[in-house]
Structures are given as C-alpha cells and as structure tokens.
C-alpha cells in the first residue's frame, strides 16, 4: 500500500497568507515571545524553553503589547 504524497498549496495562496495582516501579527507575538525566551533564560542562567517562555508573556506581556500595537 503506498500513500499519495501530500497535496502542496499553490504558491498564490502561500502568498497571501503570509502577507495577511493575522500571518503579520503572528510573526510579530512569536518575535517578543522569543525574546522573552531569551532574557528569562539569561537572567535564570539556563533555556526556560518556549512553552514557558509563552505562558509567561501571554500572562505578564501580551496585553499591554497588543494595546500598544493598536495604538501604532
């Protein structure tokens, strides 16, 4: 039994996604989330990971970054 291989997006709706403005606010949360990721970590001496790095900023951060961003 083979399996068919796996059916890829047009290029066109590739495009369209990544210049949508959700894809754009995506890319710019998981860019502080990273960077949170890095400083806790720094700060702790260790990689605290991206799963907590996320929960974290979500609790501490994303609000007042999205308010911020509204206001841009």
């Not at 290029?11 to 210049?19: D, G, P």
């Not at 806790?40 to 799963?51: A, M, Q």
């Amino acid at each position: 039994m083979t399996q068919a291989p796996p059916k890829t997006e047009p290029a066109q709706s590739r495009e369209f996604v990544k210049k949508s403005s959700l894809y754009q606010e995506f890319l710019a949360e998981r860019e502080e989330i990273l960077k949170h990721k890095w400083l806790e970590s720094e700060r702790l001496g260790y990689d605290i990971g991206f799963e907590r790095a996320l929960l974290d900023w979500i609790r501490k951060h994303r609000e007042s970054w999205r308010a911020t961003r509204r206001k841009s």
